[in-house]
């Protein structure tokens, strides 16, 4: 069997496995050890822990568990309302005005905690019900949450680009100052278009005539949210500066969290301490253990010779480069649709990295690409994680219309994407201006 036939084969396989429920890290890990004991034996198997455990010993992974604890500290306070509040407060003027305060806060959540999920539940809890009481459609309503949701692996701290930069050998710091930019853009998109769709509907518009809101109440809504805000700053300072590594600078901001949720939200108890930690313990070992066995998943392709092979065919089809980059989007995309951002990002990276560089693009700027598109798949049926998310926090929206209300913002997201191809200096540029260019 040719190494290209074999790669089809356990592709399909993996797929059949993941997609029966099984959790992502035993499923790859299964996958590995089965696939490498039937064609290497018993003793191709023997040092397979080993490979594991070594391919955890990367200092950067200790970043993962303390950006986690920093979103999973805000995320169990209220820290996500005080955003919402506030925002709704500075923008009331606008047209849209509480559909643009939810985005706003989604970006902002999004950037504390890095997690999709943890940002739709907490901004969507209490952004939806009120947007929907203040005359705002239930489509627009619900798509406004789930796409501001995925802002949550796009702007940093990005545990999505912390794996993207781990198995493709890519400066994290790199990653997250690319990320900026593309953020605010990809935010400032979605903010246009909800303006657009609220001026022309007039959803909302009622509500933001009657409501007064006094400068007093603007400025006497930012004393909570701020030292979060000074957080985030705190860390892009302390990384950039060059004052911390990734890692230092994460148990900083993780450390920080904890503790401005315990003195502003008085979450001192034994019980709110647990929950933290509980969340914490509980995202950071799954995240780890996809890590551990899409490294046993890689060597096995590797050692098969499947990722090389994939390599050199798909460098010999005669297409232009851009024409490539279209189908590699397309690929993800799909598998963006059934499978979480981790387990595409560690098992595709290996294969498609060699391409890309062959091809001369530059893998910073790619992983700001690929994390978009990781965002496309999250509101993308039949597995778009946030479209579910946004149905058991709005159980009385139809999925059929949270998915017709997210389909403008993923047209957004394409847009982004293109403005990216024509102006990579979007997300390179900003990389270079502190870190300097890449040799």
Same mark, same amino acid.
């Given at each position: ?165 781990? %198995? ?67 860390? /892009? ?88 980059? /279209? ?14 951002? %981790? ?97």
């Amino acid at each position: 069997m040719s190494p290209l036939t074999l790669g089809l084969v356990i592709s399909l396989v993996t797929l059949v496995v993941l997609f029966s429920g099984i959790p992502i890290a035993f499923g790859l890990g299964l996958v590995a050890m089965g696939v490498l004991f039937v064609f290497r034996g018993f003793d191709g198997i023997l040092f397979l822990p080993e490979k594991l455990f070594k391919g955890l010993e990367d200092f950067t992974l200790v970043s993962i568990p303390m950006f986690v604890l920093m979103g999973a500290a805000v995320a169990c306070s209220r820290a996500g309302s005080d955003l919402y509040e506030a925002l709704s407060k500075w923008l009331n003027r606008l047209p849209g005005s509480l559909v643009v305060s939810n985005l706003g806060a989604c970006a902002l959540f999004a950037a504390l905690t890095g997690s999709s999920p943890a940002t739709c539940a907490a901004i969507g809890k209490m952004g939806i019900p009120e947007m929907q009481k203040r005359g705002y459609g239930d489509d627009l309503a619900a798509g406004a949450i789930a796409a501001g949701g995925t802002l949550g692996i796009l702007i940093p701290p990005s545990l999505t680009m912390i794996l993207y930069g781990i %198995a493709s050998e890519t400066s994290i710091g790199r990653l997250f100052l690319a990320g900026v930019l593309p953020g605010l853009m990809l935010t400032g998109l979605f903010i246009i278009w909800a303006m657009i769709l609220c001026y022309v509907r007039g959803d909302g518009r009622a509500y933001r005539q009657a409501m007064a809101v006094r400068w007093r109440d603007r400025f006497g809504a930012l004393p909570r949210i701020l030292p979060f805000l000074l957080i985030i700053a705190g860390v /892009v300072y302390a990384m950039y500066g060059g004052h911390a590594t990734a890692s230092e600078a994460a148990g900083v901001g993780g450390l920080l969290c904890l503790f401005f949720v315990v003195v502003l939200y008085r979450m001192w108890r034994i019980h709110d301490l647990w929950r933290i930690f509980r969340d914490t313990t509980r995202e950071s070992v799954m995240i780890l253990l996809i890590i551990g066995t899409a490294i046993l998943f890689g060597y096995m392709m590797s050692d098969l010779r499947i990722t090389q092979a994939i390599a050199e065919w798909i460098g010999g089809l005669e297409m232009g480069r851009w024409w490539l980059m /279209v189908w590699i989007n397309v690929f993800l995309l799909v598998l963006g649709c059934f499978l979480p951002p %981790a387990a595409i990002i560690l098992m595709t990276t290996p294969i498609l990295m060699p391409i890309l560089l062959k091809l001369g693009f530059d893998p910073v700027w790619f992983g700001v690409i690929l994390t978009i598109n990781m965002e496309l798949g999250l509101i993308t049926p039949p597995v778009g994680l946030n479209l579910y998310v946004i149905n058991g926090i709005a159980p009385n929206i139809r999925l059929g219309t949270i998915l017709s209300g997210s389909f403008p913002f993923m047209i957004c997201m394409v847009v982004a994407m293109v403005l990216l191809s024509l102006f990579p200096e979007i997300a390179t540029w900003l990389p270079d201006a502190v870190m300097g260019k890449q040799k």
